[in-house]
Antibody, heavy 115, light 112 residues
Framework: QVQLQESGPGLVRPSETLSLTCTVS????????WSWIRQPPGRGLEWIGS???????DYTPSLESRVTLSVDTSKNQFSLKLNSVTAADTAVYYC?????????WGQGTLVIVSS | DIVMTQSPDSLAVSLGERATINCKSS????????????LAWFQQKPGQPPQLLIF???TRASGVPDRFSGSGSGTDFTLTISSLQAEDVAVYYC?????????FGQGTKVEI
């Protein structure tokens, strides 16, 4: 079955760029939207944005100025870059697949922003 | 942005009893062209990613026990656990997917 796996540094310094990659295995990469969602420790879920296999992307307004999503269909991967991070960006970051609705999530990766 | 508001924030239910979680959206989630409500429910257990329970407001995802049911339309929705089991202890989130940005409710913690 389809599985998603996040990868990237678990510690990022303030003002630097958070970079994560999600690898999709076991299924088709096309015809879906691929999303990033984050969850600060002990708090709720925040949708960051999503990207189609074609490269068309959409972002939540509060993060739009700092976020870039990209997709590499040859590797079945999509990526998140969040620049100028602060402690408020400390969270578990999830990647997810969305057809009409989000149906598959990665296990999540904790990213701590600290010097 | 569509604001999703869940109630209550937490509830304690005895084993075998009914649990009811409400979710209210600030905008209509019913798309008239296909008569679908663009509302999903997720369950999140500690240390795990959320898991899809319900989509289109009332359709159970594959493998979800039939004690979980979703109802409602428009702006008011309900998730019901008909007979709470120990493994149902979790935080439950509603989410709208009729438009971007996708938005979630703040979560409801269900305890025994």
């Amino acid at each position: 079955q389809v599985q998603l796996q996040e990868s990237g540094p678990g510690l990022v310094r303030p003002s630097e760029t958070l970079s994560l990659t999600c690898t999709v295995s076991g299924g088709s990469f096309g015809y879906y939207s691929w999303s990033w969602i984050r969850q600060p420790p002990g708090r709720g879920l925040e949708w960051i944005g999503s990207i189609l296999y074609s490269g068309s992307s959409d972002y939540t307004p509060s993060l739009e100025s700092r976020v870039t999503l990209s997709v590499d269909t040859s590797k079945n991967q999509f990526s998140l870059k969040l620049n100028s991070v602060t402690a408020a960006d400390t969270a578990v970051y999830y990647c997810a697949r969305e057809g009409n609705y989000i149906d598959i999530w990665g296990q999540g990766t904790l990213v701590i922003v600290s010097s | 942005d569509i604001v999703m508001t869940q109630s209550p924030d937490s509830l304690a239910v005895s084993l075998g009893e009914r649990a009811t979680i409400n979710c209210k959206s600030s905008q209509d989630l019913l798309y008239s062209s296909n008569n679908h409500n663009y509302l999903a429910w997720f369950q999140q257990k500690p240390g795990q990613p959320p898991q899809l329970l319900i989509f289109w407001a009332s359709t159970r995802a594959s493998g979800v026990p039939d004690r979980f049911s979703g109802s409602g339309s428009g702006t008011d929705f309900t998730l019901t656990i008909s007979s709470l089991q120990a493994e149902d202890v979790a935080v439950y989130y509603c989410q709208q997917y009729i438009t971007t940005p996708r938005t979630f409710g703040q979560g409801t913690k269900v305890e025994i």
